[in-house]
């Protein structure tokens, strides 16, 4: 015997649907299954309400007699449960349908809105994103926000910006910790990197850090005060310079005692002014090749 699915295709009749449905029910009130002689007599009667049609049957009429049968029955508060049962799988099948509906409506771009300037929605990368999106958008929803924030959101009481990005946990807008990551050095996945001992090594290492934090990321990352934090290599540079200068101008050799951390304003620099103005020329020259270095990196 064929019965007509929801999607409207055929599918052969299976009595022990039926039984293993009603048994549900009676374990949910119940708390244990005692008997499974009224869901066996109500498919054994529905099968043979079937044979008797003359038109194919399909589920929801099927549904439509087990309910009508439980209702009958001593077992009123099975009936109920079986109708709760019921009403949850529907609402659960609505919602999924609804769910790959938006899906499919972005993977084949028939409502194209172009709500990002960056992104156009007909193209593969678009298609493919938006589809994406509506996917974690209803992860967010589901198991990241609080059920009133969902309930704000989908009201259209408040907007919650980026909630695409919400169930991976990477958000928009991030102020990197350069001070730090310059310090203590930090990690690639890949390698280690070690600390920066120079203005050049830090506006590298600085070109790095966005590229490597934009990829892992959505949206855009930031440097707070990277004048300050650049701060410590430029002292270094200078120092490193000012060796120079006193070994190759003032012929002095490593005899000059200097401290990286030194102002390069600190008097003791001043003793030996050739060496001072040598640092202070190279330095100037290394920060401008650094900072020229980072723009093209990072264009």
């Given at each position: 015997?064929?019965?007509?699915?929801r999607?409207?295709?055929?599918?052969?009749?299976?009595?022990?649907?039926?039984?293993?449905?009603?048994?549900?029910a009676f374990?949910?009130?119940?708390?244990?299954l005692?008997e499974?002689?009224t869901?066996?007599d109500?498919?054994?009667e529905?099968?043979?309400k079937?044979k008797d049609?003359h038109?194919?049957?399909?589920?929801?009429q099927?549904?439509?007699?087990?309910?009508?049968?439980l209702?009958?029955?001593?077992?009123?508060d099975?009936?109920r449960?079986?109708?709760?049962?019921?009403?949850k799988r529907?609402?659960?099948?609505?919602?999924e349908?609804?769910?790959?509906?938006?899906?499919r409506?972005?993977l084949?771009?028939?409502?194209?809105q172009n709500?990002?300037a960056?992104?156009?929605?007909?193209?593969?990368?678009?298609?493919?994103?938006?589809?994406?999106?509506?996917?974690?958008?209803k992860?967010?929803?589901?198991?990241?926000?609080?059920?009133?924030?969902?309930a704000?959101h989908?009201?259209n009481?408040?907007?919650?910006?980026?909630?695409d990005s919400?169930?991976?946990?990477s958000h928009n807008?991030?102020?990197?910790p350069?001070?730090?990551?310059?310090?203590?050095g930090?990690?690639?996945r890949?390698?280690?990197v070690?600390?920066?001992?120079?203005v050049s090594?830090?506006?590298?290492?600085?070109a790095v850090i966005f590229q490597?934090?934009?990829?892992?990321?959505?949206?855009?990352?930031s440097?707070t005060h990277?004048?300050?934090?650049?701060?410590?290599?430029?002292r270094?540079?200078?120092a490193k310079?000012y060796?120079?200068?006193?070994?190759?101008?003032?012929?002095?050799g490593?005899?000059?005692?200097?401290?990286n951390?030194w102002s390069?304003?600190e008097?003791q620099?001043?003793q030996?002014?050739k060496s001072y103005?040598?640092?202070?020329?190279?330095t100037?020259?290394?920060?401008?090749?650094?900072?020229e270095?980072?723009?093209?990196n990072?264009?």
């Open positions: 015997m064929l019965i007509i699915k999607n409207g295709g055929g599918a052969e009749f299976d009595k022990s649907k039926i039984e293993s449905a009603i048994n549900k374990l949910e009130v119940d708390g244990t005692y499974t002689d869901a066996a109500i498919a054994s529905i099968e043979e079937i049609e038109d194919l049957v399909s589920v929801e099927i549904q439509d007699w087990i309910e009508e049968y209702m009958r029955s001593e077992r009123k099975v009936a449960a079986y109708v709760r049962y019921r009403y529907e609402v659960a099948r609505n919602a349908s609804d769910f790959i509906s938006a899906i409506e972005k084949n771009a028939s409502d194209v709500q990002n960056n992104v156009d929605e007909k193209s593969f990368g678009g298609r493919v994103g938006e589809a994406s999106g509506v996917v974690t958008k992860l967010a929803l589901d198991y990241i926000v609080s059920p009133m924030a969902k704000n989908l009201n009481e408040v907007y919650i910006h980026d909630l919400y169930y991976v946990g807008c991030l102020s990197i350069f001070d730090d990551l310059l310090a203590n930090f990690n690639t890949q390698t280690d070690r600390p920066a001992r120079s090594t830090a506006f590298q290492l600085v490597l934090q934009s990829l892992q990321q959505f949206g855009g990352v440097a990277i004048d300050w934090t650049m701060v410590p290599y430029v270094m540079s200078f310079h060796k120079d200068g006193i070994k190759y101008l003032e012929n002095l490593h005899s000059v005692i200097i401290d951390e390069i304003e008097e620099y001043k030996y002014p103005q040598y640092a202070m020329d190279m100037k020259k290394e920060i401008h090749q650094a900072v270095g980072l723009y093209h990072l264009k």
